[in-house]
């Protein structure tokens, strides 16, 4: 059974500072997944992760994933306000499957303050 | 506007009665999926349908019986459920159910439940 974890699971920050949310997941896998979710709404993709080595970057969130240590990361560089939300990642099971199932993991519920 | 629709947004259902949670999606896509966000538990992935047919149904109650009639469409019907099914049962997307390179997936807003 594919299980992801991701630490940490809140996390307070101050504005201006870095910090990095890690996933670590128990299967293989090729394909990882991040997804914002603010309060009371849906859940926004920000990354996907296709290979080993894969690194993507959005304003200031940066995405890597090391497929042979099982761990993605998602880096904050100089946070702001507006980057409050939780964080998910999720991995879809095995290589090249067609299935497209994800298991998500607990999320992790960032709070930037000023 | 994600692109995804979901109604009703907001649910409050006896355990005897039987309703039902509607998903459409103006995106194209081939794929579309059921999942259930509870308090204090990761998101669960219940049903895919790609090209209107079931391809996962992970362990789902029967009391959650979903249908496809289309590529645009998905419902959730739910009858005779239990307090413990109360959460945010959130629709999603995508081209297809493969995993490559541009097969994002988008979600709908969510239905909130509650079961009393």
């Known amino acids: 059974e594919l299980k992801v974890e991701q630490n940490p699971l809140f996390l307070s920050m101050q504005e201006g500072k870095n910090y990095t949310i890690y996933c670590n997941y128990s299967?293989?896998?090729?394909?990882l997944y991040w997804y914002r979710q603010d309060p009371g709404k849906s859940l926004e993709s920000l990354f996907v992760?296709?290979?080993?080595?894969a690194v993507k970057q959005e304003g200031r969130l940066m995405a890597s994933l090391d497929t042979k240590a099982r761990l993605s990361t998602l880096h904050i560089t100089a946070a702001v306000h507006d980057l409050s939300a939780t964080y998910f990642c999720?991995?879809?099971?095995?290589?090249?499957?067609?299935?497209?199932?994800?298991?998500f993991g607990d999320g992790t519920t960032l709070t930037v303050k000023p | 506007e994600t692109g995804v629709t979901q109604t009703p947004r907001h649910l409050v259902m006896g355990m005897t009665n039987k309703k039902s949670l509607k998903c459409e999606q103006h995106?194209?896509?081939?794929?579309m999926y059921w999942y259930k966000q509870s308090a204090k538990k990761p998101l669960e992935l219940m049903f895919v349908?790609?090209?209107?047919?079931?391809?996962e149904n992970n362990s789902v109650p029967s009391r959650f019986s979903p249908e496809c009639p289309n590529s645009s469409h998905l419902f959730l019907h739910l009858h005779t459920l239990q307090p413990e099914d109360s959460a945010l049962y959130l629709c999603?997307?995508?081209?297809?159910?493969?995993?490559?390179?541009?097969?994002?997936?988008?979600f709908g807003e969510g239905s909130w439940l509650t079961v009393v």
């Open positions: 999603a997307s995508s081209h297809s159910a493969g995993g490559w390179a541009g097969n994002t997936i988008y």
């Open positions: 299967t293989t896998s090729d394909r």
């Open positions: 992760l296709l290979s080993n080595g």
């Open positions: 999720a991995v879809d099971e095995g290589y090249n499957t067609n299935a497209g199932k994800s298991t």
């Open positions: 995106l194209g896509h081939n794929a």
């Open positions: 349908y790609n090209f209107k047919e079931q391809t």
